[in-house]
Each structure stands twice: as structure tokens, then as C-alpha cells.
T-cell receptor, first 117, second 116 residues
Framework: AQKITQTQPGMFVQEKEAVTLDCTYD???????LFWYKQPSSGEMIFLIY??????QNATEGRYSLNFQKARKSANLVISASQLGDSAMYFC??????????????FGTGTRLKVLA | SQTIHQWPATLVQPVGSPLSLECTVE??????LYWYRQAAGRGLQLLFY??????ISSEVPQNLSASRPQDRQFILSSKKLLLSDSGFYLC???????????????FGQGTRLTVV
């Protein structure tokens, strides 16, 4: 079963509008971390925002906010006031423990966002 | 702060040829290291991770192998490449022990491999 599901392969948004990118996750661990990354066409992975499973408040970082609904196991990324430079691939990821005592990061299939002028 | 070096940036290899991709890390000791593959238009698939020298965990059975001969060196290899090995390979690291729950994975610039 998919641990991280991103159901929107592609999204369009008008410049200066807000957009929500969906992410749902599956885990039975009480402790986990959720991350969003941006991947421009250059291929680099840029960390955007983090949400911890025990965090009471939704995370925010500038124009990025995370709509965390723990009971629904969803961690949607909201980008406010979209800019042309926001056009990129966006990945949701979950950090989970391993049997060897370390951590690994599981990624979704991504959402390609195109901002229209 | 940590820096990840990956080379080469792009690579075109014939089917059946060997492969060696190298990843080195600066600015941290005993990091956790990860190899991911991204097929064209797809998500990131975790291939291998390592918590120390000689310690490799494989996530999926495949035509690839990984080695960690030194603390901050992580190598991805294949004896005979397949067409399906084409993709964008990314090396990532976290601090020793994985850091805190809020610690993000830090990525290198990636290697774009095309098998022809």
C-alpha cells in the first residue's frame, strides 16, 4: 500500500492566487514527520516545510503553510499568492523509523504545479 | 553546514555496461546516507540507505547495489545496466542518528542516467 499519496499529477493556478496541493499518508506509528519539497526543472530538491505528528498547530513558512488534519491523515500544502517561480514539482514525504534504528524518508509521486501569468 | 557532491551530473551508458555513481558528503560526520531514483515524471523511490561504513539496507530488489567504503562516501553500482535503470539518481543525507524528527533529508544535485 502507498504510504504517501498525492492524487494530483498536475495543477494550474493563476499568478497571485492560492493553491492547495493534496497529500495523504498511511502509518501506524504515533511519531512521524511530514515534509514538503519543491523540485524545479533543474532537479534539485528544496525543503519547504515540516509538520510533526505531535504538533498542535499547522506549520507555516512564509507563503507556505501546511494544513495538517491528523484524524484524516492528510498534510496538504497551501501556497499563497502564487508566483511564476513556484512552477515546479512538489513532493510530500514522511519520515519514519526503521527496524535498524534509523530513519528513512518515503516520498509521494509528486504534483506538477504550473503558475499562469 | 553539510554539502553533498554527486558526479557525474549526466551520464549516457549502453545496455549491459557497468555503472558507478559516487556521492560524497562534507560538513558532517557519520551521516545517514540515502540513494533515491526518480524515473521520468515519477516520484522518488528509495533504493538504499546506510547508517555507517559497510552497513547497507536495500529497499527494493533490483539490478543495483550500494557500498559505503568510507564514512562520507556512498557509491551506487551496477554490473550490467538495463534500459529500466534510466532515471535521475539522488543522494541524500541526514546527521548521525538521523537528527530530530524535524530534520529534513538534504539532497545532492543528482545524476541523470540514460541507458541506451
Amino acid at each position: 500500500a502507498q504510504k504517501i499519496t498525492q492524487t494530483q499529477p498536475g495543477m494550474f493556478v493563476q499568478e497571485k492566487e492560492a493553491v492547495t496541493l493534496d497529500c495523504t499518508y498511511d502509518t501506524s506509528d504515533p511519531s512521524y514527520g511530514l515534509f514538503w519539497y519543491k523540485q524545479p526543472s533543474s532537479g534539485e530538491m528544496i525543503f519547504l516545510i515540516y509538520q510533526g505528528s505531535y504538533d498542535q498547530q499547522n506549520a507555516t513558512e512564509g507563503r507556505y503553510s501546511l494544513n495538517f488534519q491528523k484524524a484524516r491523515k492528510s498534510a496538504n500544502l497551501v501556497i499563497s499568492a502564487s508566483q511564476l517561480g513556484d512552477s515546479a514539482m512538489y513532493f510530500c514525504a514522511m519520515r519514519e523509523g526503521t527496524t535498524s534504528g534509523t530513519y528513512k524518508y518515503i516520498f509521494g509521486t509528486g504534483t506538477r504545479l504550473k503558475v499562469l501569468a | 553546514s553539510q554539502t553533498i557532491h554527486q558526479w557525474p551530473a549526466t551520464l549516457v551508458q549502453p545496455v549491459g555496461s557497468p555503472l558507478s555513481l559516487e556521492c560524497t558528503v562534507e560538513g558532517t560526520s557519520n551521516p545517514n546516507l540515502y540513494w533515491y531514483r526518480q524515473a521520468a515524471g515519477r516520484g522518488l523511490q528509495l533504493l538504499f540507505y546506510s547508517v555507517g561504513i559497510g552497513q547497507i539496507s536495500s529497499e527494493v530488489p533490483q539490478n543495483l547495489s550500494a557500498s559505503r567504503p568510507q564514512d562520507r562516501q556512498f557509491i551506487l553500482s551496477s554490473k550490467k545496466l538495463l534500459l529500466s535503470d534510466s532515471g535521475f539518481y539522488l543522494c541524500a543525507c541526514t546527521p548521525s542518528g538521523g537528527g530530530r524528527w524535524s530534520t529534513e533529508a538534504f539532497f545532492g544535485q543528482g545524476t541523470r542516467l540514460t541507458v541506451v
